[in-house]
């Protein structure tokens, strides 16, 4: 009796062990996705001042090294603003991709009153 017991046990603290590292993996997908949209939005801004096929050009290739889908990008103005999707590997490739949006651009600062006030478009 007491080895059915412990296969049960063994069991269930595999399966806890797959979905904890399943859980961790999802939000390491999600989170490169994320790093990719700011450092692609990052670069797409800062060659804004060579016109969008240029900047969006630099997006890619900063995607493309991060290991992620480029889905748009666009320069509103001089403000970049990009979307990218990362496909997770293995098993939780079936949940579907992590999606990410970015801007990056200039921003203004006003001086108020001795204090410096900065804002975003």
Do not use: Y
């Amino acid at each position: 009796m007491a080895t059915i017991w412990a296969a049960g046990a063994i069991a269930a603290i595999l399966v806890l062990t797959m979905l904890v590292v399943s859980i961790g993996a999802a939000a390491a997908t999600r989170h490169r996705a994320e790093s990719a949209a700011d450092l692609a939005a990052l670069a797409a801004a800062g060659a804004a001042v060579e016109g969008e096929r240029v900047a969006c050009e630099k997006a890619r290739w900063v995607s493309d090294r991060m290991g992620v889908e480029l889905r748009s990008c666009r320069l509103d103005g001089w403000d970049a603003r990009i979307e990218v999707v990362a496909v997770p590997s293995g098993v939780l490739s079936g949940f579907g991709p992590a999606k990410a949006r970015a801007r990056a651009g200039p921003v203004e600062q006003h001086v108020n009153g001795g204090r410096t006030v900065v804002r975003t478009r």
